[in-house]
């Protein structure tokens, strides 16, 4: 069965760094979302992207955050200059309209 | 106030019991998710309903539309079936993101 995979699926990194987060989307779902889980916390939506654009994105998704389809199987979350409240669990999810979201294992982020 | 609220937050029970978990919800939805954490972190989705009732294997998930009300049923539950199931929504305006509620951690004791 198609799975979304995420790399790497742990990444340590200094406050004030960038990061890229990498997910593989299953190949024939259109729609494409980044959630996050601070730990102990719920899952909190961050963005979702369709047809090259962001659709939709949350509060938390601020001027640090971009995400980007640079070619036709991988969807990236860029965090420009991490803080420590960035530390958390970043899923991605996939789906076509109106069907399940497929998650990928996720990457834990830590920030030192 | 959170839009998806579940109970109970922690749950332990003896292997082979019935197991019941509650979400309700206080918006419109279009589908509402089972899903379900294991220790490591991945979520895997175990349902997606829109009305009535769904049965996989040993899982079972009822809606109930008019109360805003979503149950998860494990029979004969097992170790293997400890986890976090968390019920997430849909809402009914555009959105296909998902909103989450805060989780129900399931122990399976032998």
């Known amino acids: 069965e198609p799975e979304v995979t995420q790399t790497p699926s742990h990444q340590v990194t200094q406050m004030g760094q960038e990061v890229i987060l990498r997910c593989v989307p299953i190949?024939?779902?259109?729609?494409f979302y980044w959630y996050r889980q601070i730990l102990g916390q719920k899952v909190e939506f961050l963005v979702s992207?369709?047809?090259?654009?962001?659709?939709?994105k949350s509060e938390i998704f601020d001027d640090q955050f971009s995400v980007e389809r640079p070619d036709g199987s991988n969807f990236t979350l860029k965090i420009r200059s991490t803080k420590l409240e960035d530390s958390a669990m970043y899923f991605c999810?996939?789906?076509?309209?109106?069907?399940?979201?497929?998650f990928g294992d996720g990457t834990r982020l830590s920030i030192l | 106030k959170n839009e998806v609220e579940q109970s109970p937050q922690n749950l332990t029970a003896q292997e082979g019991e019935f197991i019941t978990i509650n979400c309700s919800y206080s918006?419109?939805?279009?589908?509402l998710h089972w899903l379900q954490q294991h220790p490591g972190g991945g979520i895997v989705s175990l349902f997606m309903?829109?009305?009535g009732k769904k049965k996989h294997g040993r899982l079972i998930a009822t809606i109930n539309i008019q109360e805003k009300h979503s149950s998860l049923h494990i029979t004969a539950s097992h170790p293997r079936d400890s986890a976090v199931y968390i019920c997430?929504?849909?809402?009914?305006?555009?959105?296909?993101?998902?909103?989450f509620g805060q989780g129900t951690r399931l122990t399976i004791n032998p």
């Open positions: 918006v419109g939805i279009s589908a």
């Open positions: 190949s024939n779902h259109l729609y």
């Open positions: 997430a929504v849909r809402r009914l305006q555009g959105a296909q993101k998902l909103v």
């Open positions: 999810a996939s789906s076509r309209l109106t069907k399940p979201q497929h």
């Open positions: 992207f369709y047809n090259n654009e962001i659709s939709e």
């Open positions: 309903l829109s009305s």
